[in-house]
C-alpha cells in the first residue's frame, strides 16, 4: 500500500493506527509506504509539516506492528 503524503503530521499518525487495528494475520502480509512528497514550489508550512512527519517517521512514532517504510520524495 502507498500512502502520499503532503502536509499530513496531523493526520497520518490515525491513518497508521487504524490500518495497525487490522488483523495481525493481515498485517504480516502488507507493506506499507508513505511517500512523503516535497515538491519544489510547496509553501514553508507545508515543508516543515512534512520535516516533522519525517521525524516522528525517523523516530519510531508508527505502530511497531506495522511493515512500514518511508520516502522523502
Do not use: C, F, Q, Y
Not at 3 to 10: D, F, M, S, T, W
Not at 36 to 49: E, I, L, Q, Y
Amino acid at each position: 500500500m502507498v500512502i502520499p503524503a503532503l502536509a499530513e503530521a496531523e493526520d497520518l499518525p490515525a491513518t497508521l493506527s487504524s490500518l495497525a487495528a487490522n488483523p495481525p494475520e493481515h498485517l504480516s502480509r502488507a507493506l506499507i509506504v508513505v511517500v512523503v512528497n516535497n515538491r519544489a514550489g510547496a509553501p514553508t508550512a507545508d515543508k516543515a509539516d512534512n520535516a516533522r512527519l519525517l521525524s516522528w517517521l525517523r523516530a519510531g512514532g508508527a505502530p511497531s506492528s506495522l511493515h512500514l517504510g518511508w520516502a522523502d520524495a
